[in-house]
């Protein structure tokens, strides 16, 4: 090789090497194609979720609630000889005017806002603070305690419902926003990922099915939305676990949507019952039996559909309408998705015998506003 193809094919490899250099630091520095909101190094994710904010905050809204609250007031000593008497009453009963916060979630153009029932929960006066700040005076629809969620109604017309995501779109690992309230502060949007789905042990409401996500859940965002990457709507922010630091609880969408419609056609959620309340049976088994499956009747509703059937206390119940039942999670969901006035057979054990009846249902909500 002459000297000229010698000085070419060097030129030709120093400029490969700056080449490759040049790109290494651009992949490092502007990932994606370069702007802010692009994708992450490897396409693994995008740099901003700017864009799902701004999908999703103009349907959140602030709620600010007062309720009169009675408290009787005691006398406290410092004395410790006198403390044996702290825990008297030092006067008459008084009232005062209780601030609540929280945020809702407009999921309906025609003005229909989801949010907890706490957040609402013996209310005088709510009143709802858009997006775009005006505020407006809200009245509730209707409320499920049983799921901790509450319909409001704010007046008007063309609100920004926020977009639902797909059923059955949200898996373990996914990126999730909380947008809320947080201690009065106003509109915060915070970041996680879903931990965990189902959750239903957590004894925060009766009916349990919950997404737990770290995602910081503060007092005052209850009620808020937790949002996907794209800003959809995939539950309704409800707890932060007392003392778990990164544990937070949301309801699914599509549970809180089904409450929704019932509540407004109906003006309560209709919801099968045997009129008993149970636990799982394995807490009332010997630490040494062999482990067992189903719900363990630990009360039932004089004249109601199960002490009609003849179940008694300490009845277990082990299959509902054929099916087999885990636990008593299992049997609140089944019974709670059978239509009111259907008659079905349910079957277990009471001591060592085996026992079969046939329970007609009744409606749980209106057994509950006549109770």
Same mark, same amino acid.
């Given at each position: ?246 544990? @937070?609880?949301? *309801?699914?969408?599509? &549970?809180? =949507? !089904?409450?929704? /419609?019932?509540?407004?056609?109906? %003006?309560?959620? $209709? ?50 309408? @054929?099916?087999? *039942?885990?636990?008593? &999670?299992? =049997? !609140?969901?089944? /019974?709670?998705?059978?239509?009111? %006035?259907?008659? $079905? ?27």
């Amino acid at each position: 090789m002459n000297a000229a193809s010698t000085r070419i094919a060097w030129f030709a490899l120093q400029s490969a090497i700056v080449g490759l250099a040049i790109a290494f630091v651009l992949t490092q520095f502007w990932p994606g194609d370069g702007t802010s909101e692009g994708r992450g190094a490897g396409g693994s994710g995008p740099t901003s979720y700017a864009p799902a904010v701004r999908r999703a905050t103009p349907s959140v809204v602030n709620i600010y609630t007062r309720r009169l609250v009675t408290e009787q007031p005691f006398r406290v000593f410092s004395d410790p000889v006198l403390q044996r008497f702290t825990g008297v009453p030092a006067g008459p009963q008084r009232s005062r005017l209780q601030r609540i916060l929280g945020a809702g979630v407009i999921v309906r153009e025609d003005g229909y806002v989801l949010t907890n029932y706490h957040v609402v929960q013996g209310a005088g006066d709510i009143l709802a603070e858009l997006g775009d700040g005006r505020v407006t005076p809200a009245r509730v629809v209707g409320t499920d305690r049983d799921t901790d969620l509450a319909v409001l109604k704010i007046d008007g017309e063309g609100f920004a419902a926020i977009p639902v995501a797909a059923a059955e779109s949200l898996s373990v690992g996914d990126v999730v926003l909380a947008i809320g309230n947080p201690l009065g502060l106003g509109q915060t949007v915070t970041l996680g990922i879903v931990s965990a789905t189902g959750r239903n042990q957590t004894s925060l409401s009766r009916y349990e099915d919950f997404i737990q996500t770290d995602a910081a859940i503060n007092q005052g965002s209850s009620g808020g939305a937790l949002v996907n990457s794209a800003g959809e709507l995939v539950g309704i922010n409800s707890a932060l676990s007392e003392g778990g630091q990164g544990i @937070g609880f949301a *309801i699914p969408v599509r &549970a809180a =949507l !089904r409450v929704l /419609e019932q509540i407004i056609a109906n %003006g309560h959620v $209709v919801r099968g019952w045997i009129g008993a309340e149970y636990t799982d049976a394995a807490l009332s088994a010997s630490p040494l039996a062999e482990p067992v499956a189903g719900a363990q009747i630990a009360l039932i509703l004089p004249g109601g559909p199960a002490d009609v059937a003849g179940l008694r206390q300490g009845d277990i119940i082990q299959t509902f309408d @054929g099916q087999p *039942i885990r636990d008593e &999670a299992d =049997l !609140r969901g089944r /019974e709670s998705g059978t239509q009111p %006035g259907s008659t $079905v057979v349910v079957t277990g054990r009471r001591g060592g015998a085996a026992i079969e009846v046939k329970v007609t249902l009744l409606d749980r909500g209106v057994a509950m506003q006549q109770s």
